[in-house]
């Protein structure tokens, strides 16, 4: 599912443009392996399309010279002598080749200019503008587009069976590209952004082990790993990734209720772990207390039975009852 967002109208300089998406490199697959071409250059090797601007001629001189050569072949058709005739559908044809030539480009948008098959450039400039009428030109949309992928079950690093989901934001930003190197861009988007988010799913647990990457509590870092590796995937259709994350992360059905007692088993030994910590630094400092003040002198066998009794109190999960010693401290 893919949604296009507008974006401004700014007048992009005439110049050759390069791009090079996040994360990938110019002529580069995302396996690594060169970018042949589908095409030919003058010299018989292989070429890598890449977008070059086009102004075109202003399109309004051209649309009130197309307007004036009609007028003037009906003015001549109207005078009906047999030499006004054949000059009258000679303006005629002049002046319907000069509109054929005329195009419209909206904000968001860029023509795809060919002449004979042959690749000549992109008109990104907007409003009426006039190229070549023997050319085919072909619409591409190069406003910000949403792309949310479906819902898919895969096993994490672990062999956890999870359900996992992104949504991708990205934006054509070389239409050479994206017209001549592959089919369609926009299945090419959504197929290779479904790729890299089940191998992000793959290459990382749903928890973290220790200090580790996970998907679940690293989330920074699985946006800017999955942004890169979408980013390389579709750097060859001429499309750059704005961002991607992660819309839904769960375990399966089947394992989520295990997986749920798990977390909690872990989320208590932390707690306990923490509780005892402190225990144990509480009755070490009333310890040394004691000692330091001289308020009471305490053999071994006292200061074991004071420190069993203290854990008892601070580590227990219910209230302690106390019990008043009456008689002496060894009776």
């Given at each position: ?156 690093a672990d062999g956890n069976p999870i359900e996992i989901a992104a949504v991708v934001v990205w934006q054509v930003t070389d239409t050479a590209k994206a017209v001549f190197e592959v089919d369609d861009f926009a299945e ?96 070490q400092l009333a310890l040394d207390r004691l000692s330091e003040q001289e308020i009471v002198q305490l053999d071994e066998e006292r200061k074991a039975a004071m420190v069993s009794n203290l854990l008892v109190v601070l ?17």
């Amino acid at each position: 599912m893919s949604q296009d967002t507008p974006t401004g109208g700014t007048e992009l300089p005439a110049e050759r443009r390069t791009v090079a998406p996040r994360g990938a490199v110019e002529g580069t697959a995302p396996g690594g392996n060169p970018i042949q071409g589908n095409a030919l250059n003058r010299g018989g090797d292989a070429a890598v399309y890449a977008e070059q601007l086009r102004r075109g001629l202003p399109g309004g001189t051209m649309l009130a010279a197309g307007i004036v050569a009609i007028a003037g072949s009906i003015a001549l058709f109207g005078l009906g002598e047999p030499g006004t005739v054949g000059a009258g559908a000679g303006v005629l044809v002049v002046g319907i080749v000069l509109l054929r030539g005329l195009i419209a480009v909206a904000p968001g948008q860029a023509r795809v200019i060919q002449l004979l098959g042959r690749y000549t450039g992109t008109v990104r400039q907007t409003g009426l503008r006039w190229v070549n009428p023997f050319t085919t030109r072909r619409r591409v949309s190069t406003r910000i587009r949403n792309h949310q992928t479906d819902v898919t079950k895969v096993n994490d690093a672990d062999g956890n069976p999870i359900e996992i989901a992104a949504v991708v934001v990205w934006q054509v930003t070389d239409t050479a590209k994206a017209v001549f190197e592959v089919d369609d861009f926009a299945e090419f988007v959504a197929i290779q952004a479904e790729t890299a988010v089940r191998h992000i799913a793959n290459s990382y647990p749903y928890d973290a082990h220790g200090d580790g990457v996970s998907l679940r509590d690293s989330a920074d870092e699985i946006t800017e790993k999955l942004a890169l590796e979408i980013g390389a995937r579709v750097a060859p259709a001429g499309v750059t990734i704005v961002e991607a994350r992660l819309s839904h992360l769960a375990y399966a059905p089947e394992i989520a209720q295990a997986m749920l007692r798990r977390q909690q088993a872990t989320a208590v030994v932390a707690a306990r772990t923490r509780i005892v910590e402190g225990a144990v630094g509480m009755v070490q400092l009333a310890l040394d207390r004691l000692s330091e003040q001289e308020i009471v002198q305490l053999d071994e066998e006292r200061k074991a039975a004071m420190v069993s009794n203290l854990l008892v109190v601070l580590c227990g999960d219910r209230d302690t009852q106390p019990i008043v010693n009456t008689g002496t401290l060894y009776h």
